[in-house]
């Protein structure tokens, strides 16, 4: 699902407008920067639980808003890039496990499953208050998995901040059956086709 709320008309270029990650993530960083575009990243001191009730999809792009709109209370000269990521499984809602056994707990409930990994995105410009946002669901499939595969994979990829317990650029590929998307990028946490159609129409010239 997409949102958008506005955009420059007159086809000025926002390039001198500094571009700011609303995130902590290493991998977001990896991402955005295949845009080499110069951006710098704020951590958004922000509450991230899900209010009751809240479906996956829905918290997704409340949070990447939320994330954009308090880095922006700072920055309210730039460009602001939000995003979440949040899986679901049979209706559950998984985020990040944090420790070992709950990692554990976490694979073993996605092995065998077809899963949903709920990306989002949110564009914020902090000079005009115009924003854009997109939701990019990726459909997953796990292979059957061992109590020995998860113990292997998550000694080797120790992927305890990350949704699900499962690294889809590293060793997390072999786990899998299957992955259903329309932007490989989302799944690793940031929508670089959506974001460069946001960043575009707000005037940014990528290339």
């Keep these: 699902m997409s949102f958008y709320h506005g955009y420059p008309q007159d ?22 920067s295949r845009l080499r575009q110069p951006f710098d990243w704020v951590a958004p001191n922000c509450d991230e639980s899900a209010l009751e009730g809240e479906l ?3 918290l997704a792009a409340r949070l990447a808003l939320l994330k954009a709109k308090t880095v922006a209370e700072t920055r309210q000269d730039a460009l602001i890039i939000g995003s979440d990521q949040v899986l679901e499984a049979n209706g559950t809602l998984l985020g990040k496990p944090g420790k070992h056994t709950a990692a554990v707990h976490q694979l073993r409930q996605l092995s065998g499953k077809i899963v949903l990994f709920h990306t989002s995105i949110c564009l914020l410009n902090a000079v005009t208050g115009h924003s854009q946002q997109s939701v990019e669901s990726v459909t997953v499939r796990f292979r059957p998995l061992s109590d020995v595969t998860i113990e292997a994979y998550l000694s080797a990829e120790q992927p305890y901040d990350c949704a699900g317990a499962f690294k889809s650029e590293g060793l997390g590929s ?5 992955v259903q998307s329309q932007d490989p990028t989302a799944l690793i946490g940031l929508p670089l086709i959506r974001l460069s159609q946001f960043l575009e129409q707000e005037g940014v010239r990528l290339i």
């Design 174 to 178: 072999i786990l899998l059956e299957s």
């Design 11 to 32: 086809g000025s270029s926002m390039n001198n407008i500094p571009l700011v990650l609303a995130s902590s993530s290493p991998y977001r960083r990896q991402l955005l």
């Design 56 to 58: 996956a999809i829905d």
